[in-house]
């Protein structure tokens, strides 16, 4: 089965590469992406990790539960030999992630995560308005959350987990083996392949042609590229410079990150450049936001209305309200009517704020100065250990596979 760039022609494709946020990226980028590259990449449409899912068939899907994660919290905590006595797969899937490949460099990395760092709230102001609630319009990536019942499960426990995970994969030197992060990336890897198997043995109606297999290894570049590419591209709306290590930095932490989820890091971009062509490839093959793409931004927007963290109604009826300002801020305005933004009064105002705050806040502390830098990076990274901490506080338990 081959993936084809099905919506190369459709308006939605169009209007973003031509006069919305892709236009943005192409200028930025100096990319000139063509169609003609597409099988490039479009077979990854229908390739997966194969090696997490060996992994997870002979764990989860053959032991009781609680003997599955034993195992797995196990191996995650502690390094596994070769002579290891345990399920064959799984030893295999943990001699990969141990192998740390030549081409990493710890430096590189570092100096991507303390750009995520410094970024502070305005990075998790760009994940949750630019990043997430984006990605809700391309909606064949969001159909492994409506096949695996996750949209019932609620919008506080889906970022509650996104940020758990993106704040621990981004601290300096947090992707050593068996570190925190480390064992976050091993839980990911194998949810993913717990939902794709439970999707392809349940879900008669998944439609192959048009979505690829589901959590495909194209689907999974697209995604982390969100975490570089399409988040440095917010952080510049909000007036955030970029400094060239930096941005190498970012690609190259994603990259490592990427292959610790088991994704070929051949296919993961190492710039910009790289990334839009693969994105432009990509996008080609998305349709539009449907319903449950509006049902996802609904409950990503009603999660502030339902999470505790903030204690009066009013406060938390205001960070909805400041929410969608960064909704209609950063996203095309397509997008937003697609996904059902509600429009509200004077919606630039608060982001226009920020992005004052930013320019007067790098002019207080110089990106070249490093002790400046540095107190930067500490002030951010504190920011946004408090909001995880209260996301980890006020959201329930981890539910079971």
Request: charged share 25%.
């Amino acid at each position: 089965m081959k993936a084809q760039p099905q919506f190369y022609q459709s308006p939605h494709f169009q209007s973003f590469w031509t006069t919305g946020n892709g236009r943005d990226l192409l200028e930025w980028s100096g990319a000139k992406p063509g169609i003609a590259k597409f099988d490039r990449y479009s077979h990854l449409y229908h390739e997966v990790d194969a090696l997490g899912d060996a992994a997870v068939q002979e764990t989860y899907l053959k032991l009781p539960y609680h003997e599955a994660s034993a195992l797995v919290e196990k191996y995650s905590a502690s390094p596994v030999s070769a002579d290891e006595v345990a399920p064959e797969n799984l030893k295999k899937l943990f001699l990969q992630m141990q192998e740390v490949p030549e081409w990493f460099n710890a430096a590189l990395a570092n100096a991507g995560a303390r750009f995520c760092m410094r970024t502070g709230t305005n990075g998790l102001i760009i994940l949750r308005d630019f990043t997430l609630m984006g990605g809700y319009d391309f909606a064949f990536l969001n159909k492994p959350l409506v096949f695996t019942g996750a949209l019932k499960r609620g919008a506080v426990k889906r970022l509650k987990d996104t940020l758990e995970f993106w704040v621990n994969v981004t601290r300096e030197n947090a992707l050593r083996t068996n570190s925190q992060a480390y064992r976050l990336i091993v839980r990911t890897r194998l949810l993913h392949s717990y939902a794709r198997l439970k999707i392809r043995q349940k879900s008669e109606n998944w439609d192959y042609a048009n979505w690829g297999t589901p959590i495909n290894m194209w689907d999974m570049v697209a995604t982390y590229t969100g975490f570089s590419l399409v988040f440095m591209q917010g952080l510049r709306k909000l007036g955030i410079r970029i400094s060239e290590e930096e941005e190498k930095g970012v690609f190259h932490l994603w990259k490592y990150i990427g292959y610790l989820l088991g994704i070929p890091a051949k296919y993961m971009p190492d710039n910009k450049e790289e990334a839009v062509e693969q994105f432009y490839l990509w996008t080609a093959t998305q349709g539009a936001g449907d319903k449950d793409s509006a049902y996802l931004a609904k409950a990503l927007l009603d999660e502030n209305l339902e999470s505790t963290i903030l204690k009066y109604h009013f406060q938390r009826k205001n960070l909805r309200y400041l929410h969608i300002c960064c909704n209609w801020y950063l996203l095309d305005e397509n997008i937003n009517e697609r996904l059902q933004i509600p429009k509200v009064p004077l919606p630039h105002v608060f982001p226009s704020v920020i992005k004052s705050a930013n320019v007067l806040t790098q002019k207080i502390f110089p990106l070249h100065k490093p002790e400046r830098y540095r107190k930067l990076v500490d002030m951010g990274h504190k920011q946004q250990m408090k909001v995880l901490e209260d996301y980890l506080t006020h959201t329930p338990k981890d539910f079971h596979y």
